[in-house]
């Protein structure tokens, strides 16, 4: 909690300051070197604040989002994913300080607002999108528990009740109390395999029904929409069908949700899919091999950081997460993401 205010104050008040200063620019110049390739990570750009009751950190303005693009065509060389693959495996190098941009989990917002502004600025995106239940107008799972809890007129509710492994913890659902407790049923629910999950999900959805009207709810693009995506020159990508932790899962599930997710999203399009984004980042050695032999050329990480070109591992490619911020917190955030190679760093 105190870390979150101090964070936010330093949003608000010290970045813009020490951005004047010259400090993050300088930082940036000795921070990537021309041979960096900075691969950012979107998941929602909205209008309305109130779109993103909890704000944990997946939602990004339209206007920052406006900011972020025209400091990016200023500061570095947007180019696509994989454009970017195509000419690392021809032998040829990037353009100097490459940079991609990536939305993971295919919300309805990516098309109708984030379009228009990439469009704008010419910079071209990849959009990674599970593939499970595409049309039937049911939210991504955590968005489920999200609406659920946000929605809901009970105070209080017990997680071991729906099967979470949180024994005789009680969670306050008061006004001030929601956010840390979808936080903590979120976090307990990354650590279950899938089926579990959707089983628990359910669960949680009937103990905290009925909804309260009004609430918003994140919205998923429908297949058609995604195709209307690759149509517009977006570059379409895989991340699972059910979007499960696939360090959890067995071998043949690994398998099956890199493939099936695959298939779906190039009968979709009428084109090769050639990237995969691990489910919330959650990977090791088996998944980066099984990415490899599902047919993909690259999949991208959520490790934060910035790679370099000359020594990359194509599976493990690392994200620096974009906050909702404008430009000059942003150069903060950019700046003090670890260069990859570089020593393994706690810092998230
Ligand atoms: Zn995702």
Redesign the pocket.
Known sequence: MIADRAKSLLKRFASPVLDQLGLYDRQLRQHLSASSWTIVMYHRVIDDVAMDPFGLGMCVTRRHFDEQLRYFNQYFSPIGLSAAVDRLSRGESLPDRALSVTF??GYLDNLTTALPVLRQHGVPAALFV?TGGLDDDEPLWWDRVISAVASTSRREFVPGEVGLPLAEERLSLGRWQRKAAVERLLDSLWTLPIEQVLAIVSRIEQQLAPARPGVPVARRMTSSQVRQMHLAGVEIGA?SVR?PNLTLESPAVVREEMQASRAVLENLCDAPINGF?Y??GWKNADAEAAAAEAGFRYAVATTRGVNDRNALNLFSLARVGMPDTRVSDLKRALSTARQIPGPESASS
């Open positions: 993971d989990d599970p991340h979007h984004a489910p919330a």
